[in-house]
Nanobody
């Protein structure tokens, strides 16, 4: 399977913004749920946000009101607009593509680093 490919990470000061993008690289037949996860140093990977195959978005409580997920069907990408970033948002952010049954595909991107300084 071709991996999703993330871009847009970088370094920013607290209170700043970044926009992540993910080239989904999905096939034309299956329905997919797309998700963003993150992993901070010494911590487990955690869910951040998702867009399901019907376009509905979900967010972890710790990003509600600050992060916004959207999909660009023309570009076959999903984006994560991150505002009011805080040092605790520092992590590697991963894009995940998961197919709905009966398709079998659960593929992660390699991640993009987000660093927020105080």
């Amino acid at each position: 399977q071709v991996q999703p490919v993330e871009s847009g990470g970088g370094s920013v000061q607290a209170g700043g913004s970044l926009r992540l993008s993910c080239a989904v690289n999905k096939g034309p037949i299956c329905k997919y749920d797309m998700m963003w996860h993150r992993q901070a140093p010494g911590k487990e990977r955690e869910f951040v946000s998702g867009i399901d195959s019907d376009g509905r978005t979900t967010y972890a409580d710790f990003v509600k009101g600050r992060f916004t997920a959207a999909q660009d069907n023309a570009k076959m990408t999903i984006n994560l607009q991150m505002n009011s970033l805080q040092p605790e948002d520092t992590a590697i952010y991963y894009c995940r593509r998961r197919a709905r049954r009966p398709c079998l595909d659960d593929t992660w991107g390699q991640g993009t680093q987000v660093t927020v300084s105080s």
